[in-house]
């Protein structure tokens, strides 16, 4: 029989309807009727017929008709909200956020699937099983290995040893001996006590990755997990149905307790779930529509759960993933405002940076050079000034290997900690099935990845720093010989006036953002955990670091392009007019003032989905790969002479 989950107020009914072609009307009505049932004073409603109310499907917010029949609008196990008109929305009815979550009613089930074991998952194997294109599934190797450590705890607990977190408290009262009797209230109790996050949950993304990251952890086959829990977990990870998990309580030792113990609670069928299905709802009520039970937690399953970095490193994963695609985009915008300003490609000149060889650098270098090089992608804009009186550039376009390339090598050094994080048992105690043992070490702490990430958002917040003089330098006419704030008719129109100043302001914010969280430690648990990351909060500004370091380059690549237009009929090298012409497709030229926010938008969303990365990369790959002789054009930026003879046709001179 069909049945339906209906919420009202704080609370969720379940309604039975055995004949789909009653209306909407009839659902709400049934509802109601269930709703005051339990109430003394029937919940304020005088009449159930009386009542006027609106209902809404969770799974994309979509108002129901009420002469609609259920047939037509709705599915068996539908989860809808029913608003009494008066009442305001629910506090307990958490909508997912417009533009939050690509995980919505659109959704579609992937096909394919990543195996988990525990050693070979990546920062962007975890983001793209966040934005659900891959389901989960374990290794043979890694199911032999967590049945092997989860016989040694039940034999454990058989022999009645004292063993932390198995059969004792934890934390301070781990030296409390705890009955066999209790072990399983033991586990839900520690879930359910630390539970105590607060703030915004985290998008259906982020519990994703977090999620499918502790699912990793738990096959590597040293925590103790059952086969059969973790099978659970990964069927709740393939249906999306996902806790819910607050942004904020976690110091990062012992590791992620409260964001973790959230993600747990809902897998036992408490608190809040989402699914694509369901929005927001009672775990259990969420669990039941996909036909997954609630977990039944064995001794030492709950610290499993609970105890680990994945949520510093799981945002860590995603913050070091964007900060790869933007610092890649950064040097092509950069290399567009070049263009644009009338500098010149000298500084970029491989003899120079030979000599200062760190990889960034060079890679930078020759990434400007592939983009600019005038005899190989022709530059009519760059010929235009080639013999003019300019002797050399300002550092935010000189500069540009040096201070992008230490940002790109930062990158890959987080990025090489945050893959080791990834693939790391980070609970306690650990089991070790081969040796017979459990043994408490110190894993869940959270500074390394915390560390980490205080050194990812300090290198590049500095794309966003150099970039932001840079719009200033296309918005001055003193420096940029273009109309004031690249506009026609000044005055009438303010231009790019306050995009700058928006610029200004996002990299004002990152200086805050910057300070390191993870030289800070305040001593917990009644000075058992004396010292701790904070790295949840590094993880955390990372992102936001990230995302203002995009909006400032999604700026400078409108103002670059707007600048192009007072340069015609010139046009730039082929990568880059590439680039303008991308741009152009999302946002028109500049001709008179305009709402200007959906403009920068647009453009920042071409940033995130790496657009102008992969229409310039082809150009960028072939310069790299056929060994195009480096063209290096006369210029009075260089001064030369004829070079010196060769030691072997010098004449001694005795």
């Avoid at 934890?170 to 009955?179: L, M, S, Y």
């Avoid at 020759?366 to 003019?388: G, M």
Wanted: charged share 25%; proline share 5%.
């Amino acid at each position: 029989m069909p049945r339906f989950t209906v919420h009202i107020r704080d609370e969720w009914v379940a309604v039975a309807c055995r004949d789909t072609s009653n209306n909407i009307q009839w659902l709400g009505q049934e509802a109601l009727k269930r709703y005051i049932k339990n109430k003394p004073d029937n919940g304020g409603i005088k009449s159930v017929k009386e009542t006027r109310f609106i209902v809404r499907r969770c799974q994309g917010l979509g108002l129901l008709d009420a002469d609609d029949t259920i047939d037509d609008v709705l599915e068996d196990n539908d989860f809808v909200e029913l608003a009494i008109e008066g009442d305001t929305m629910s506090s307990d009815f958490i909508p997912c956020e417009p533009g939050v979550s690509n995980i919505t009613a659109a959704y579609k089930e992937p096909a394919e699937y990543i195996s988990l074991d525990g050693n070979s998952l990546t920062s962007t194997d975890l983001v793209n099983l966040g934005r659900g294109l891959y389901k989960i599934k374990m290794t043979p190797e890694a199911e032999r290995k967590v049945v092997q450590s989860r016989e040694l705890l039940d034999t454990i607990v058989k022999e009645n040893r004292v063993v932390y977190g198995i059969t004792t408290g934890f934390g301070k009262f781990a030296r409390t001996v705890i009955p066999i009797g209790k072990l399983k209230e033991l586990q839900e109790n520690l879930v359910r006590s630390h539970s105590s996050g607060l703030g915004n949950p985290l998008s259906p993304e982020r519990t994703r990755m977090l999620l499918a990251l502790r699912i990793n952890v738990l096959a590597k086959g040293h925590s103790g997990i059952s086969l059969e829990t973790l099978q659970a977990m990964i069927q709740a990870f393939n249906a999306s149905c996902l806790s819910f998990v607050p942004e904020k309580g976690t110091v990062g030792a012992s590791g992620d307790l409260a964001p973790l113990s959230h993600l747990a609670l809902g897998l036992m069928g408490e608190g809040k779930m989402w699914s694509p299905k369901s929005g927001w709802a009672d775990a259990k009520y969420v669990l039941e529509a996909h036909g997954l039970k609630p977990i039944s937690l064995k001794p030492k399953e709950g610290l499993a759960l609970i105890n680990g970095t994945q949520m510093i490193t799981s945002l860590g994963a995603e913050a070091v993933e964007r900060a790869q695609a933007i610092a890649q985009q950064a040097d092509i915008v950069a290399a567009l405002t070049l263009e644009v300003l009338k500098g010149t490609t000298k500084a970029f000149d491989s003899d120079i940076h030979s000599l200062r060889p760190h990889p960034g650098q060079t890679e930078v270098a020759l990434r400007f050079r592939s983009l600019l090089d005038s005899d190989h992608h022709p530059s009519e804009i760059a010929e235009s000034h080639r013999f003019c009186d300019r002797v050399q550039d300002a550092y935010t376009m000189r500069c540009c290997p040096q201070v992008h390339g230490i940002a790109n090598d930062t990158i890959k050094f987080v990025q090489n900690i945050i893959n080791t994080e990834i693939n790391s048992a980070t609970d306690n105690p650990m089991v070790f099935a081969e040796r017979g043992e459990t043994i408490s070490g110190g894993n869940f702490h959270g500074e390394y990845p915390a560390k980490a990430l205080d050194f990812l958002a300090i290198a590049v917040h500095e794309l966003a720093s150099i970039s932001e003089r840079r719009i200033e330098r296309l918005c001055n006419p003193s420096l940029s010989e273009l109309p004031a704030f690249l506009v026609n008719e000044g005055g009438l129109n303010s231009g790019f006036m306050i995009a700058h100043c928006t610029a200004a302001s996002l990299v004002s914010e990152n200086k805050v953002l910057c300070h390191p969280s993870s030289v800070d430690s305040l001593s917990t648990s009644a000075a058992t955990e004396d010292h701790v990351s904070m790295g949840g909060w590094a993880a955390r500004k990372a992102l936001r670091v990230m995302e203002h370091v995009e909006q400032v380059l999604a700026i400078e690549l409108l103002a670059a392009c707007q600048g192009i237009e007072f340069l015609r009929p010139l046009r730039t090298t082929t990568p880059l007019e590439k680039v303008y012409d991308l741009v152009r497709t999302v946002v028109k030229p500049w001709i008179k003032d305009r709402f200007m926010s959906p403009d920068i938008e647009a453009v920042h969303r071409l940033l995130l989905d790496q657009k102008v990365w992969n229409v310039a990369k082809p150009y960028i790959d072939k310069y790299q790969t056929e060994y195009i002789p480096e063209s290096r054009p006369n210029s009075p930026t260089a001064f030369s002479l004829d070079s010196p003879a060769s030691p072997r046709k010098r004449v001694r001179h005795e």
